[in-house]
């Protein structure tokens, strides 16, 4: 083989690696992106049907209950417009909270209810995660209900 | 008044700062050498003021003065002392004084060991660094000074975030700032470099010990964040591909193929221009990462609406940073040449397929960390990429690079044939394979990533293990002993840093594998059985810390009826901001690591609790730590320590006369 033939080779090998690559790196990332949803847009029917995605808003107040085996935990995310039952088994992460903001990530029931295989809450006292935050504004913003208890503070 | 002292400080290292950016850099263009010798003393000066500044940051914190803004914020005066010295580097602004007061460090110790070098390659490389600490400081007086005034003074501090109230905390930033602030001596080399026009050989025996000193941090400081992920988050993992650790563990992705392609570089001249771009990307990646991690951008790119005077400065001064010096690239690296050639079947070509796959990892974890920030930004939208993503990616990338791995190290330069090399490695690949496949099954439980996993660990240690034999037939000695002794530390050093790679592929291995895991409510008294072990939970106990209350639980832990250790899980809340913490107990070992935190309590003294059962987990971290040792290792080499003392030998009897004359 020539030395020019070579160096084609060499270039054209490194070139299909490289497809190859980034063909495997973009389908995993296509089919591993979690979709970010509202309560409101789940009400509406917005969310992808068999596929995860994420839901975040607010802990509605006393909406959570636990059943004896002490794992299983019911509750309500709201964006104060629309209200979505959540059930999630597991422990819940320090920072959970009733009327406090939270992201949940998991697939929506044929009930409606939202069955979460995580809880998300790596938020401070005073912080409100910035996809719960934006529900919440969006909502309010769609003239939908307001509230004067919420305080979003994103810090 | 000590805080005005630090910002005054502060302010006179921004002008040394100026001129070691200017005149030694326009000295060396120009040749003129009084210019020039003016960059080691501004580099020594700009090192005392801002260790001044920083000190100044620390009495004000051991000193409570809550007067100042950052104290204020960061601190308590409950805190222990440790954690208030800690918290100087607990949010943004302090941290920025910790990366600037790193790379002076760097700066003064590239003065004291850069004798050998050439006047001019001297002082552009200190002149470059001096130019990326003026940014720094430029950025800190004007947006976010540490020693900022809060009038009137605040009666007590917000405290320390309760999660970095920890011993990790308090080692973990300086490690992995040394490592990201350490790729800056390898990129000011390299910019040098470029300026200059002499990229060779020496250029990369130079860089090269300063390089893998800068990767053996960053690879402690990754993986000292991953154990505090670990420990401290309090629920058992030890990477979550989150933005924060995505943003260190691209830096030591570029740096690792950077000290590859430098070997090849300092070796046999080739890769002198692919080099060069990997020096400019390790840094660029390691400024992006403390932007990322420190500017807020990660919990919401909105962050810097609030002050958008810092989001633009770090824009502006990332572009001027990137930007610069890839344009310099683009103009200079023409210049370099190529280096000889190869084929594709040699030790180069494979270096080559080692880097291509660790830059091809690289950008497929820049496109997960940036993309979800880039949708935010422009409003399309919010996602997010999860683990999954980046587990599919990199197990198919790493699979060959590790492969490489074990045959590189044995291939000949330039031209290797691959029949001999199959006959060299056939022991090898039998021994690898025979094990991979009958080890799980041994252990009760086989998959196929189990087996690859295993397979590709013990590759590199059998490889490593025909290549030592190899080099001892060659090495002069009578004695084994002494042939051990001819083998260069640099080599056992790649061996050592092979191995570690080889011990964290079992730990990952291992775990992902085999850990068991369970969740479950637990009465006072009541036992459970995971992995061979049995939990009995003996109830909660209140229990005061210094600036926190607990609860903490007792877990007696017996294997075949014989009691093994007692664990005390605790549930804080600190007292200042209020805040739950969950602290895992954890009874390591060096083959499984038992794990216990306690949930939420439930009614009758009961808790929801985690348990697990981690086999090998410590051996993720220890080849880390192996990996590291095995490039320290590396840089005792005697060709590094000949370069420096032929030098002291080769200056002029003239010059050292004239030294002894003034001294």
């Known amino acids: 083989m020539k030395p020019r033939h070579k160096r084609f080779m060499f270039i054209g090998l490194g070139l299909i690696a490289l497809a190859v690559a980034s063909m495997l790196v973009l389908n995993a990332f296509q089919s591993n992106l979690v979709f970010f949803f509202t309560p409101t847009q789940v009400a509406n029917a917005e969310v992808p049907k068999g596929r995860g995605f994420r839901i975040g808003g607010m802990v509605e107040d006393g909406s959570l209950t636990r059943e004896s085996d002490g794992l299983t935990v019911h509750f309500v995310v709201t964006d104060l417009a629309k209200r979505v039952p959540v059930t999630f088994k597991g422990i819940l992460p320090d920072l959970f909270k009733e009327g406090k903001g939270v992201v949940a990530q998991g697939q929506l029931g044929p009930d409606g209810t939202f069955l979460a295989s995580e809880v998300l809450a790596k938020h401070d006292e005073n912080y409100m995660p910035p996809e719960a935050a934006d529900a919440l504004a969006k909502a309010k913003a769609a003239g939908a209900q307001s509230s004067s208890t919420l305080v979003v503070n994103p810090r | ?663």
């Not at chain 2, 300026?195 to 800068?214: E, I, K």
């Open chain 2, 1 to 663: 008044m000590i805080p005005e002292i630090g910002h005054y400080a502060l302010i006179l290292a921004l002008c040394v700062s100026v001129v070691l950016g200017s005149l030694p850099i326009y000295g060396a263009a120009v040749g003129n050498s009084m210019l020039m010798s003016v960059a080691k003393p501004a580099a020594r000066g700009q090192f005392l003021l801002i260790l001044l500044a920083f000190c100044c940051l620390g009495y004000a914190f051991a000193d409570k003065d809550f007067s100042v803004l950052y104290v204020a914020a960061t601190s308590n005066s409950q805190l222990p002392l440790h954690y208030r010295l800690a918290a100087i580097w607990g949010a943004h602004e302090g941290s920025l004084l910790l990366w600037v007061f790193i790379l002076s460090i760097w700066m003064v110790a590239v003065s004291f060991f850069s004798t050998h070098l050439p006047e001019a390659m001297r002082a552009r490389i200190l002149g470059v660094m001096g130019l990326v600490s003026m940014g720094f400081i430029l950025f800190m007086l004007t947006v976010s000074n540490p020693f900022e005034r809060l009038i009137p003074a605040a009666l007590d501090g917000r405290d320390l975030n309760p999660l970095l109230q920890d011993p990790g905390m308090v080692i973990h930033p300086p490690m992995l700032y040394m490592g990201y602030v350490g790729f800056s001596v390898a990129f000011a080399f390299a910019i040098a470099a470029l300026l200059g026009g002499t990229l060779d050989a020496t250029w990369a025996r130079w860089s090269r010990p300063w390089t893998t000193v800068a990767w053996c941090f960053l690879t402690v400081g990754v993986a000292m964040g991953s154990g505090w992920a670990y420990y401290e988050l309090g629920w058992g993992g030890w990477w979550f591909w989150d933005p924060v650790e995505n943003a260190s563990f691209m830096p030591w992705l570029a740096g690792t193929a950077l000290i590859h392609s430098l070997a090849v570089t300092d070796k046999r001249g080739g890769f002198k221009a692919w080099s060069v771009l990997l020096a400019i990307f390790a840094f660029s990646l390691s400024l992006l990462g403390t932007f990322l991690v420190r500017s807020g951008v990660l919990t919401s790119v909105h962050a810097f609406a609030t002050d958008p005077k810092r989001g633009l400065f770090i824009l502006v001064f990332l572009a001027v940073v990137i930007g610069g010096s890839l344009i310099l690239y683009a103009w200079r690296a023409p210049r370099v040449g190529l280096g000889g050639g190869f084929s594709m079947v040699s030790r180069e070509g494979m270096l080559m397929a080692n880097n291509v796959l660790l830059v091809a990892a690289l950008g497929s974890v820049l496109l997960g960390t940036l993309y979800p920030l880039f949708l935010d930004a422009l409003d399309l939208g919010k996602i997010s990429v999860g683990p999954p993503y980046f587990d599919t990616v990199f197990v198919p990338l790493m699979t060959p690079a590790i492969f490489l791995m074990g045959i590189g190290p044995l291939a000949q330069w330039k031209k290797a044939s691959l029949p001999e090399l199959a006959t060299r490695l056939r022991w090898a690949f039998g021994v690898s394979l025979v094990t991979a496949l009958a080890l799980p099954l041994a252990m009760g439980q086989w998959t196929p990533l189990i087996s690859l996993g295993l397979m590709m660990a013990i590759w590199i240690v059998t490889t490593s293990a025909v290549g030592l034999r190899e080099r001892l037939a060659h090495a002069d000695g009578s004695s084994l002993l002494g042939r051990l002794a001819a083998v260069p530390r640099a080599y056992w050093g790649m061996l050592l840093a092979h191995c570690g790679v080889a011990l964290f592929i079992i730990g990952v291995t291992m775990v992902k594998g085999f850990e068991v895991e369970q969740d479950l409510r637990m009465n006072v008294g009541e036992t459970a059985t995971i992995g061979g072990y049995t939990f009995q939970f003996d109830g909660t106990q209140q229990y005061k810390g210094p600036n926190y209350i607990a609860a903490r639980g007792t877990f007696r832990v017996s294997q075949d009826g014989r009691e093994v250790t007692v664990m005390y899980p605790e549930k804080r809340r600190y007292n200042v901001q209020n805040q739950t913490m969950t602290e895992a107990a954890i009874s390591p070992g060096l083959l499984r690591d038992l794990y216990v935190s306690l949930g939420e309590p439930l009614d009758d003294g009961a808790w929801s609790v985690r348990l697990y059962h981690k086999p090998f987990i410590d051996w993720i971290w220890g080849g880390c730590l192996v990996m590291a040792v095995g490039g320290v290792l590396a840089i005792s080499d005697r060709r590094y320590r000949l370069a420096w003392r032929r030098k002291e030998v080769d200056v002029p009897a003239a010059t050292q006369m004239a030294r002894q004359t003034v001294s």
